[in-house]
């Protein structure tokens, strides 16, 4: 950003430029939008699919896996002689203590109400809503918007439509006035914008994009995959119940011996 757009030297050219800096903006967070919603709806739609004919094989081995874990910490403790009281009271203490730090910490703030505030203003004023209709409801829906702390400067300016409150000074703003409040504007919509990004990037590394791709493959093909997927979930569920149940003779041995 050019030094010179905080000195009372901005001319027209500056806001000019940034106007079309926030046209472009606003292009790449919808073009953004749209790709990242159909994308994770059929991301969703084929991890449905994936769950519903593998998904209790799956739920079955979770079950397993945790009542092996359980019977290997049992296992290892009996052996061991261990005295976990001591432990396990510092573990729930340290919890408390985590909890209550989260607690404390996830009291909600709204670090941009002074700009959503400014922005409502600055409608105001270049708008007229007590005449106007549609500027009435445009104002009541921006204000409803602004109220709810979770709603960032971005989320607003996406749902202000582009046209005067964009493009106009207010009589109250001189050029350099408005080309703070417009990179104010700027600097919310390169956020927005790279948090999207983010976002699509996140999908893209998503377990369920893999399926995904498979599925993209055909019909057959993701029909044979998923049998494929069944026959690999029971043969490791098989292994699980082996061991399972070598963990149970296990822990019978040991506890019978104990009462001897």
């Given amino acids: ?77 009996f052996l061991n002689d261990e005295d976990d009281t001591f432990n396990q009271d510092e573990r729930n203490d ?55 702390r979770t709603t960032s400067l971005a989320d ?19 050029l350099a006035q408005q080309y703070r409040r417009l990179a104010i504007w700027e600097q919310a919509l390169k956020r927005q914008s790279e948090n999207l990004n983010q976002a699509t990037e996140r999908l893209h590394k998503d377990q369920r994009y893999g399926l995904w791709q498979q599925r993209q493959k055909g019909a057959d093909y993701w029909h044979n995959f998923l049998n494929q997927c069944v026959e690999q979930q029971q043969d490791q569920n098989y292994e699980l119940e082996a061991e399972l149940n070598r963990l149970r003779e296990e822990w019978a041995r040991i506890t019978s011996a104990n009462k001897l």
């Fill in 1 to 77: 950003m050019n030094n010179s757009a905080y000195t009372s030297e901005i001319t027209q050219a500056n806001v000019d430029a940034i106007l079309t800096q926030l046209q472009q903006l606003r292009q790449q967070i919808t073009a953004a939008r749209e790709a990242i919603v159909p994308l994770s709806a059929n991301l969703a739609e084929t991890y449905n699919e994936f769950q519903a004919v593998v998904g209790e094989l799956r739920r079955q081995s979770m079950r397993l896996q945790a009542e092996i874990a359980t019977l290997r910490i049992q296992i290892d403790r």
């Fill in 94 to 148: 340290n919890l408390l203590y985590a909890t209550q730090e989260e607690t404390t910490d996830s009291t909600l703030q709204d670090p941009e109400a002074v700009e959503k505030d400014m922005l409502l203003e600055h409608i105001f004023r270049v708008l007229d809503p007590d005449i106007n209709y549609e500027d009435a409801e445009l104002l009541a829906h921006l204000q409803g918007v602004c109220s709810d």
């Fill in 156 to 174: 607003v300016l996406e749902e202000l439509p582009w046209g005067l409150v964009w493009t106009t000074r207010s009589l109250q703003e001189n």
